[in-house]
């Protein structure tokens, strides 16, 4: 008896592992039989040792008044087994206890009733002669004061020591370091304290050592170094020396630290506010990761190091050690849990009592103080790092102290207690006053407007009086709200959205840490239900009690890390009775109840929960389970209905539910567990695209008021079938046998139903018949053979439905889970109110004097920013001396270094010719101004990619045929004679800087004006003459490669809020809150520069082989009257018009810009940086208030960075100031560096930094305030707005039609048509626009299907708008005129209904009369949420997470008439009214929005506004209006219906509660859009590409190449995540207009975001591309596609590039897309043939 006791405590924890468990009981029995035996063969012996130690003891009995009746209830109790409070009882009360044991102690009986019933025959045997020798030791010593009582003494005596200075661990127990030594032995030296973790242990191991790879190496060598075996064991011995673990306090003796033992906070708790983390993904959980990867790396080292399945060496008991090692380890783990989740509510406790956070938290770190000195006088024994078992006692010792803290809750310890005394006394009358002026406050604020308070407070019950007392004096209403709490009840929502028949909503946080502390054993072969229930919950399923057969290798296969067990080994388990967890079992029969019953004698469980048939009567299920008999009082039995959880059966089951004393209050409610769930019918379960398959099938109707009717059956076949209504419920398929599974019929709805209220009939098939009960989701038995599935389908029928069974399973796991593991305490905040409702025209009021993004070419320079302050015309008469000078000096070392290169390569003399003219056009210029025209200092350039030879000679033009010839062509006249003259001074200056050379030319290049600045009163400040190559016919004869130009988010992307620590700090320390109500100059800031390259197109060289076919007419003017003559002279340099000028100039500026970066390593220069930090959506350290994709400088600071429209340079730099050097230095080393390669940088169009720029590529971003801010000039909105008015007038529409359609059906024919030039300048015009505002991007494509509706081989919506696009925004970009707008259009457009409708959208959009200023992003960390939605014909579901980890659900049916509707409508309505409904409510207010959607034509019309359904289209326009009013960050994205399973969505639309976030899993997990496609587990994309790149294969480019390494000559392998394409894809588009002969790309990304963010940038850079399936070398756990794409260089014949055989390049991608479908090999071979070489392949094709 006193063993069973024994093994009952020492394993009431229990152990993870159940088959080691099993195994141990032998060994641990074994041992105990010896040292009993031992004990008494050396009593002899040791008779004077226990003498001495007994007169030592000093045990003071009980008072001879209170022994005899004391003795009597002891006795009582022991001999009657009544249990006793052990922990209540007093020392000596306990010492009498153990003598009363010991007198009763039976030893011989005891073993051999042990001994027997573990079948030791060894054990016999040694008995049997023991019992010989015992019997003689009795004999001899069975004197009253002989050494057998006082024997018996001394083992009393040690019992009541050992609850005080012994531990116990693994069932094993250690009374000091001398029995640890043993253990150690054992173990093998050095081993076991590498192993062996306690609070402090494991603390230290959480923290990651490793900050680079270098620090990394450097860690791992000293530990070499100081021969430690590994970092592990280096870390773990010096704890023993180190205080405290450095993750939480540190030791620096400081001023500030003196009185607090010369420690302080970590730094990641250096403040409340860092380590609060309401989120749940800063501190507070990087912490609980650390801790979690601590304990599963270690408990994985002692599965490796003492596997179980091996019994080690003669002198290695591996079964004992790991027993011992992971119940240490465990109690660990669950200590440390509990001792991180308990300082959050210690926390918010001291602040309620009225501290101010600081000093909230300085009490923290004392209660932390406490406790881990605590830990180190008990832990610390020996510092001596060899002394290995000392080291573990520690721990131990350490562990068990801890275990008492936990045990309180470490808050209710009394340690704390003393702590939240001593703050209730200081605070208290503190705490009141204020309460009392908070009241008076809020009564007096309501008393005025008759409002309902409400406040929001854990008030204690007298402040609530003293609050209620109050309001009663003034009258007013006063209610104390509550904050939510976890999991919450489904409730049933009586507010219905449109669409809806019933709806359910259900909030709850997403969390499935510590479920396996939930232990489950689960008994019988009818039972793999309850298993699979578990197992999704995620318990630890210790064994499956199974009699053999099929069902055990279902499990198996099923489950390969559950151990099944036979029901000898099951008897055997440990612990013996008192096991603290969850048995679970269906039983059939008597035979199952047997067994049943007579584990839980074995176990005594915690919780017992058996099902059994509803066709099992009530008297024989209760004599069956026959609990009560087994020590369970307390047993319930409940009649469930699977129809009552949200089922389609008829199926009926009893419930039998019984707890252990000690867990009464786990409850079994069956109402709490079928809330929110509601009648479903068998369609719900069906598959609707299915067709009839039994027209010749003949069915006997069964009578309506039969029971057999009731249960779900309408007919019968001859042969036996059922058939069943797809609108009502179905048989009970666990009474059907197995030939009638094969039988069962249905009448259903289907696609293939010629009218929407016929149904088909058809058999079930084997997935539906697994969905209807409950296990629905063929990807689950993807590879499985058919056979394999109908056996596993019979064996879960044994079982009642999944519904049922994870209802309760889900329950009562999440009860007990809370019972086990400390208290977590989670805090809702309040929805906050951060819409930003900002004045329109806001920004340009700010920068009124730099608003206009022209300037005339002849402005003056601003000399201001150059001057000091107060500057006296003396010294700025000094100042232009000393240019002067500077200037000289310039030009004279400019020559000389010019010269020397010149001599020392070869004097060419096309080198000489060139150097010249640089030499004359320099010395033609003063400090400021190239008066005579400048050229690019060529010897300047890096020779390779043929850089410095296009810069001496310029690239020749693409030729489709040979150029035109012509002297005819006429200039196109200004619209007045100043004008004309502005133009002809302009080609003058041309002439005077010698950018025109005498000919002969042999075609003429007209010219057109175009007004470049006009003043408020329309006069032309400054005009630009456009040379007009496409009307003379020259630019029909050319082809240019296509090329990329910066977007307005390009130029947002750079800046940043303020932030008081460098960005690096921000966002490594969880991007904490910032103070905005400080001084503003404590902030660093983002301020905006800008440049301009003046003379752009003519600072690079035309090739002299193309010079002759860009002839101009040079007018002589004369102001008399008579006749001008005219000299026809060619361009020598690019000219603005030609149409291979923009590609040629801006390659050459980007080039330019790549050389005066410099050398980014270098942190001297102005332009470095270091590191690339990822900011992508759904990854767990999301800051949605930053950009996407950010490089950092070694400081942590973002880098100095700058984005070239043409020829505007915008950059940004950060600083606190304007003047300070991070800030001043970048502009002015780019102008200098500019300079220095001959490239104009212009002066006088300077932008000096400021927070409020002048406007860049039509738009401004301003960060004058903490948030950066967007906005457009007023010019540009007033014309974007008069031009969708001039449409809508146009069209013939009333200025306040709100129904145009209905107005237009309403006449009796309408049929308009517009001019063509002006739509296409307002639908470029509105391209730029919604580059700022895109919302309203979508809208576009009612512009360009009507413009290109003329083209008769295209139907409406099938024409390709990218290069319609491209063309319009080109109007904007170069201000073009009327004429160039009608060229190769109608003169007149059509107008189209959906032209109409996309116009009156805009128009509700972008309705103010001023700009609209918007945020450019979110403005805080939590700003963001994920959704999910999905929608069948019978039900939907949407699913949204908070950053908290708080999700939303809701779902429900819809009603009949929208189930009749079409899928894409049903899709839609459910995701858009629920997020319009919580757009009203503001739940979203300021946040982004990532709506996922499995449905591709919702995705198309939220992203490009295409949709022939008016209703679609009009849900669409109410979210963005409302998106606008709430300032909400919308983005709807496509994902594939396998991953919206994977979520669980879309089981919740079907009531199925069996994966993703059902389970407790983060929603993030499974959306990926921050996983690239070599991060995709399993995949094998390596050895694939290699497979066909051969040698040219390189590892994927990391983000940091992307802007470096993936720029130079080379193969180069790209493979960015889905949310981080864009940008990556931008870079690759940078690096082929710099080198596009020198670089090769192998693109993959995964195909998410691809129609929302990057198709279109991926199509433009890649030749040939195609989606790789899911298969051998792309997992099907991707879920999408692999989109493949390879970019070859450019050529100089033609065809120049590949993707210009667009047919077969078409062609070869879809060939290669169908092939990885069925053939990874013949899609390899292909692709090693045209990575060959491409051209050769494809002219095979």
């Avoid at 590949?1698 to 090999?1721: C, F, P, Q």
Wanted: aromatic share 10%.
């Amino acid at each position: 008896m006193a063993l069973d006791k024994s093994l009952d405590a020492s394993f009431a924890a229990g152990d993870r592992q159940s088959n080691m468990i099993r195994i141990k009981a032998a060994a641990d029995t074994r041992e105990a039989m010896a040292r009993a035996t031992q004990a008494f063969e050396k009593a002899l012996e040791v008779e004077q040792e226990c003498n001495a130690r007994l007169a030592a003891l000093e045990i003071h009995p009980l008072p001879a008044n209170q022994r005899a009746a004391f003795d009597a209830h002891i006795t009582d109790a022991v001999t009657s087994g009544r249990t006793m409070e052990w922990d209540k009882l007093s020392a000596i009360e306990k010492e009498r206890i153990v003598s009363q044991v010991v007198e009763h102690l039976d030893i011989e009986k005891l073993t051999t009733m042990v001994a027997s019933k573990l079948g030791l025959g060894a054990v016999k045997e040694e008995l049997r002669q023991d019992g010989v020798r015992l019997g003689k030791i009795e004999q001899e010593f069975k004197s009253e004061h002989g050494l057998i009582n006082k024997l018996q003494e001394q083992m009393a005596t040690w019992d009541a020591r050992r609850n005080t200075t012994s531990s116990e661990r693994g069932g094993c127990v250690f009374s000091g370091p001398e029995d640890i030594q043993a253990l150690v032995t054992m173990a093998g030296k050095g081993k076991l304290c590498t192993l062996c973790l306690d609070v402090h242990g494991m603390l230290t191991l959480a923290q990651d050592p490793y900050v680079t790879y270098e620090s990394g190496v450097q860690v791992h060598a000293n530990a070499i170094k100081a021969a430690f075996g590994s970092v592990v064991e280096s870390r773990l011995k010096l704890s023993f020396e180190i205080p405290y673990p450095e993750l939480i306090v540190k030791c620096v003796e400081t001023a500030s630290t003196a009185g607090r033992g010369g420690a302080k906070w970590g730094a990641m708790f250096a403040t409340a506010e860092l380590f609060e983390d309401d989120f749940r993904d800063g501190s507070h959980r990087r912490v609980i990761k650390g801790i979690e990867n601590a304990f599963d790396l270690t408990q994985k080292a002692i599965d490796h190091t003492y596997p179980l399945g091996v019994g080690g060496d003669r002198n290695t008991d591996n079964r004992k050690i790991h027993t011992i090692l992971s119940d240490q380890n465990r109690r660990a783990y669950r200590q440390c849990i509990g001792f991180m989740e308990s300082l959050l509510p210690f926390y918010r406790t001291l602040k309620g009592g009225s501290l101010s956070s600081e000093e909230a938290w300085d009490r923290v770190f004392v209660f932390v103080m406490e406790f881990l000195t605590s830990l180190r006088e008990v832990r610390v024994i020996s510092t001596d790092m060899s002394d290995e078992a000392a080291m573990v006692w520690g721990c131990f010792k350490a562990t068990d102290l801890a275990e008492e803290f936990r045990q309180q809750k470490f808050v209710e310890h009394p340690k704390a207690l003393s702590i939240l005394a001593l703050t209730s006394i200081e605070r208290e009358g503190k705490t009141m006053a204020l309460l009392e002026q908070r009241i008076a406050k809020q009564i007096a604020d309501a008393g005025k407007s008759d409002k309902l308070v409400k406040l929001d407070t854990p008030t204690c019950r007298a402040r609530k009086e003293l609050l209620a007392a109050a309001a009663c004096e003034a009258g007013v209403d006063v209610r104390v709200t509550k904050k939510l709490s976890e999991n919450l009840t489904p409730v049933l929502e009586t507010a219905l959205l449109p669409g809806e028949k019933v709806a359910v909503r259900t909030r709850r946080i997403l969390s499935r840490k510590g479920r396996c502390v939930v232990r489950v054993r689960v008994v019988g072969d009818a039972s793999l239900g309850w298993l699979d229930a578990a197992e999704l919950w995620g318990a630890s399923v210790e064994a499956f009690i199974s009699q053999g057969g099929r069902v055990k290798h279902l499990v198996e296969n099923l489950y390969p890390d559950v151990y099944v067990s036979s029901l000898a080994d099951a008897l055997n388990m440990l612990p013996y009775k008192f096991w603290d967890g969850i048995a679970l079992s269906t039983i059939e029969n008597v035979d199952d109840a047997l067994m049943l019953r007579e584990l839980i004698q074995a176990w005594k469980p915690a919780i017992v929960i058996v099902a059994g048939h509803g066709s099992i009567t009530r008297s024989e299920f209760h004599q069956w389970v026959g609990l009560t008999s087994e020590g369970y009082e307390h047993t319930s039995q409940h009649r469930c209905s699977h129809q009552d959880f949200g089922g389609v059966t008829s199926s009926k089951w009893k419930i039998a539910f019984s707890w252990r004393r000690g867990f009464e209050d786990i409850s079994f409610s069956i109402s709490v567990m079928t809330a929110g769930s509601y009648p479903r019918y068998l369609q719900t379960a069906l598959d609707d695209t299915l067709g009839p398959n039994g027209k010749d099938r003949q069915f006997e109707m069964v009578d309506p008021t039969t029971k057999e009717y009731r249960e779900g059956a309408t007919g019968r076949t001859s042969d036996g079938g059922c058939l069943m209504d797809g609108s009502g419920g179905a048989i009970d398929l666990s009474r059907c046998s197995k030939q009638d599974l094969h039988r069962l019929w249905v009448r259903a709805i289907s696609v293939f139903s010629k009218a929407k209220d016929k149904m088909v009939t058809r058999q079930i098939t084997l997935f539906e018949l697994l969905a209807i009960w409950d296990y629905a989701g063929k990807i689950k038995y993807k590879g499985m053979l058919e056979t394999h599935v109908w056996n596993l389908l019979h064996a879960r029928l044994l079982s009642p439905p999944a519904k049922m069974l994870t209802s309760m399973t889900f329950g009562i796991c999440q009860q007990l889970i809370e019972k086990l593991m400390p208290t977590r305490i989670q805090v809702f905040g309040p929805a906050k109110d951060n819409a930003v409702r900002m004045t329109p025209g806001l920004l340009e009021t700010k920068g009124i004097q730099r608003a206009k993004a022209s300037l005339p070419d002849d402005a003056g320079i601003e000399l201001s920013y150059w001057a000091l302050p107060g500057e006296t015309p003396e010294q700025a008469k000094a100042r232009v001396l000393l240019r002067n000078f500077a200037h000289l000096w310039w030009v004279y070392n400019l020559e000389r270094e010019a010269h020397e290169w010149l001599r020392a390569n070869g004097n060419h003399p096309e080198d000489k010719e060139a150097i010249d003219d640089c030499i004359r056009r320099a010395a033609g210029s003063d400090y400021w101004d190239w008066h005579r025209g400048s050229r690019l200092f060529f010897w300047r350039f890096p020779e390779e990619s043929g850089w410095r030879k296009d810069a001496r000679d310029g690239v020749e033009f693409w030729h489709l045929a040979d150029p035109p010839k012509g002297m005819h062509f006429q200039n196109i006249p200004a619209s007045s004679r100043e004008a004309e003259l502005q133009l002809r001074a302009k080609v003058f200056q041309l002439s005077f800087r010698w950018y025109l050379e005498k000919g002969p030319p042999d075609l003429i290049t007209p010219r057109f004006p175009v007004e470049k600045v006009v003043d408020d009163d329309g006069k032309v400040l400054d005009i630009r003459g456009v040379w007009d190559a496409k009307r003379n016919g020259l630019n029909a004869t050319l082809w240019s490669p296509g090329f990329a130009l910066p977007t307005v988010q390009d130029g947002a992307d750079l800046a940043v809020k303020w932030l008081t620590v460098s960005v690096g700090e921000y966002l490594r320390a969880g991007s904490p809150p910032q103070n905005y109500d400080q001084d503003q100059d404590l902030f660093v800031k983002s301020f905006s520069w800008d440049h301009d390259v003046a003379q752009q197109f003519n600072n690079y060289r035309m090739h002299k082989k193309e010079r002759h076919s860009h002839g101009v007419r040079f007018i002589h003017t004369r102001n008399d009257g008579g006749p001008e003559p005219q000299t026809m002279l060619q361009f020598c340099v690019l000219n603005f018009g030609c149409l291979c000028s923009p590609y040629i100039a801006t390659q050459g500026q980007e080039r330019i810009m790549e050389l005066c970066e410099g050398d980014i390593d270098d942190p001297a220069n102005p332009f470095h940086y270091s590191e690339c930090w990822l900011n992508l959506p759904t990854s767990k350290n999301y800051d949605p208030s930053m950009p996407r994709v950010m490089l950092l400088k070694n400081d942590g600071e973002l880098a100095s960075r700058k984005v070239t429209f043409v020829d505007d340079i915008h950059g940004l730099s950060r600083g606190k100031q304007a003047q300070d050097a991070s800030v001043k230095e970048p502009p002015r080393v780019l102008a200098f560096r500019m300079n220095h390669k001959g490239n104009q940088c212009a002066g006088r169009k300077f932008g000096p930094p400021t927070l409020s720029p002048r406007p860049w590529n039509g738009a401004m971003v301003h960060t004058d305030a903490p948030h950066p801010v967007k906005g457009t000039t007023a010019k540009k909105w007033r014309r974007g707005r008069a031009g969708l008015d001039w449409i809508w007038r146009e069209s013939g529409l009333p200025d306040d039609c709100t129904d145009p359609i209905g107005f237009i059906d309403s006449l009796d024919a309408w049929d308009v048509r517009i001019d063509t030039a002006e739509l296409r300048r307002i639908a470029g015009l509105w391209i730029h626009l919604t580059e700022l505002y895109t919302e309203g991007r979508c809208f576009l494509k009612g512009f360009f299907n009507a413009l290109e509706a003329f083209r008769s081989d295209r139907d409406l919506d099938g024409w390709r708008l990218a290069t319609s696009m491209d063309e319009a925004e080109k109007l904007e970009t170069f201000d073009s005129g009327r004429n160039e707008a009608a060229t190769d259009y109608p003169l007149l457009t059509r107008v189209t209904y959906q032209l109409i409708l996309h116009v009156q959208a805009m128009r509700k959009l972008f309705d103010s009369d001023e700009p609209r200023v918007s945020l450019v992003r979110p403005m805080e960390r939590h700003d963001y949420r994920y959704s999910c939605g999905d929608a069948s014909a019978e039900g939907f579901a949407q699913a949204t997470q908070y950053p908290d980890l708080v999700i939303d659900e809701r779902d429900g049916l819809w009603l009949e008439e929208i189930s009749a509707k079409s899928s894409n409508l049903r899709e839609a309505l459910n995701i858009a009214e629920k997020l319009k409904d919580d757009i009203r409510k503001g739940l979203h207010d300021g946040c982004e929005v990532w709506q996922a959607t499995d449905n591709a034509v919702w995705s198309a019309v939220c992203n490009k506004g295409m949709s022939s359904a008016r209703h679609l289209f009009d849900l669409l326009v109410d979210i963005k209006v409302l998106c606008h009013e709430h300032n909400v960050f919308f983005h709807c994205f496509h994902i594939s219906g396998e991953r919206m399973i994977a979520t669980g969505v879309d089981g919740l639309s079907r009531g199925d509660k069996e994966s993703g976030i059902a389970l407790g899993f983060d929603l993030r997990d499974f959306l990926s859009l921050d996983i690239s496609a070599f991060d995709v587990k399993d995949n094998k994309l390596e050895e694939w590409c290699k497979d066909w790149m051969g040698d040219d294969y390189t590892p994927p480019a990391t983000p940091l190449e992307w802007f470096r390494d993936m720029h130079k000559p080379g193969v180069h392998v790209l493979a960015p995540p889905p949310a981080a394409a864009l940008i990556a894809l931008k870079e690759v588009a940078r690096a082929r207009h710099k080198r596009p002969s020198n670089v090769t790309y192998a693109i993959l990304i995964p195909m998410l975001l691809y129609q929302e963010e990057w198709r279109a940038r991926f199509q433009k850079e890649v030749d040939v591309w195609f989606s790789l399936s899911t298969g051998n070398f792309w997992p099907h756990s991707a879920f999408e596609p692999l989109l493949v794409g390879i970019s070859f260089p450019l050529r100089r014949t033609r065809p120049w590039l590949l993707r210009m055989e667009r047919d077969k390049v078409v062609a070869l991608g879809r060939t290669l897309s169908e092939m990885s479908k069925t053939s990874d090999l013949r899609v390899r071979d292909y692709l090693r043939q045209l990575w060959r070489d491409p051209w050769a392949f494809l002219e095979t094709m």
